[in-house]
């Protein structure tokens, strides 16, 4: 009886393995196909920046990502700057109080804007 088992066992790790080698050409196939996608999404979505590179130039998918990082870099930036800009009215009135107590009387009062 022993055999039999035996010889089950590896059958099924033999129809297991085939499966395998199988399907992983399909798989890499679809992952290969996903990535491209969003790439070509990505190219689309950064159109403008596209417009400032040589018209005739072939970008590769490289330059795609690496003009993408900039772009996702330079938006975060402006995302901080504005953070760290305080245009609350309180913090414009303080500033306009303190501006007039420093200021001679006869110029104009300050202005935030």
């Known amino acids: 009886m022993a055999p ?10 033999e129809h297991l393995t085939l499966t395998h080698k199988l399907r992983k050409p399909l798989v890499e196939k679809l992952r290969r196909e996903r990535i491209n996608s969003s790439i070509e999404q990505l ?3 950064l159109g403008p920046e596209f417009l400032k590179q040589e018209p005739d130039s072939k970008l590769e998918k490289a330059d795609i990502l690496e003009m993408t990082v900039c772009v996702l870099r330079r938006l975060q930036q402006q995302s901080q700057q504005q953070k760290h800009a305080d245009f609350s009215p309180l913090n414009s009135t303080v500033q306009t109080s303190i501006s007039k107590e420093k200021s ?3 110029s104009a009062p300050w202005r935030p804007w």
């Open 4 to 13: 039999t088992i035996t010889a089950a066992i590896t059958n099924s790790q």
């Open 43 to 45: 190219k689309s979505l």
């Open 104 to 106: 001679p009387g006869n």
